[in-house]
């Protein structure tokens, strides 16, 4: 089976400028996919249920925020303005917590192609789902969305064999994610050990921050996401508990401002 984590920043990059985040992940052709920043419009484009459709598969998405989504023609030379650290991007807009920095407003009034919808998580699987649980983690106190994790009970039809899909995107180290990590670790924990579990998704925090946070979990596939042109750190990760073999993983860049993760592995019986 191919497992693979994306975080797909909604198909924009930071200008709005429409990215290949939606095709390429058609392409990769995962049997499982864990996708941060999944968009779901309003009025459409609803990446959800078209990725379930053109995969042929099933899944569950959680929103974490409200937004607005920029469909921009012009922009720089980089992914996003260079100022987006301090002055806020132009691509997609939060503002059910925390105001909009001025910057934002000003290009925002000068959109015309503004999308209001839902931001979030989401699994979509080709295994079938047997059931699925969303645990709410809340929203830090410098977050402007919430976070949630997603655990999903599944089976591989061609051997009958049961395993959990465990789905996350994290906060920053700097604003506070080791308290939502010590929530999920006590979630995790509460699943048998005799079951498989796969967890991935954006960590936002480099491997040796995951290896503290989640002590006795097999990194499945080691490799640079972040930024996704000239990758020098990898805050996305595929984790493993339990017989899994790896027979193959990479990180592709396939038009977000992360590269795509991805593992091709089978679960020993």
């Known amino acids: 089976m191919r497992i693979a984590t994306f975080n797909m920043h909604a198909g924009v990059d930071g200008w709005g400028r ?3 985040a939606f095709e390429g992940l058609i392409g990769l052709d995962p049997d499982i996919a864990i996708l941060p920043e999944t968009w779901r419009g309003d009025a459409g484009p609803d ?6 459709h053109r995969l042929g598969a099933q899944g569950e998405f959680v929103q974490l925020a409200r937004a607005e989504r920029v469909h921009a023609e012009g922009g720089g030379a980089f992914w996003q303005p260079l100022s987006a650290h301090l002055m806020g991007e132009q691509g997609l807009y939060f503002s059910e917590h925390r105001p909009l920095k001025p910057a934002q407003l000003t290009k925002r009034g000068k959109s015309t192609t503004l999308e209001v919808g839902s931001w979030g998580l989401s699994v979509i699987s080709k295994f079938p789902i047997r059931s699925s649980e969303t645990f709410q983690l809340g929203r830090l106190r410098r977050e402007k969305v919430q976070r949630a994790l997603i655990i999903a009970h599944l089976t591989d039809p061609s051997t009958g064999s049961d395993f959990v899909v465990a789905a996350i995107h994290g906060a920053h180290i700097s604003h506070g994610s080791y308290r939502l990590y010590r ?3 006590e979630h995790l924990a509460t699943l048998p050990l ?4 796969l967890f991935g ?3 936002n925090a480099w491997r040796p921050w995951v290896r503290f946070f989640f002590p006795g979990w097999s990194h499945l596939a080691k490799h640079r996401t972040w930024p996704a042109r000239f990758p020098h750190s990898q805050i996305d990760h595929l984790l493993g508990r339990g017989p899994w073999m790896v027979q193959e993983s990479g990180a592709t860049n396939l038009g977000s401002d992360h590269r795509a993760l991805y593992c091709d592995l089978t679960l020993q019986s």
């Open 18 to 20: 429409p990215t290949q």
């Open 47 to 52: 990446f959800y249920t078209e990725l379930c």
């Open 183 to 185: 929530t999920v670790r």
């Open 194 to 197: 005799s079951t498989p579990v």
């Open 201 to 203: 998704g954006d960590f």
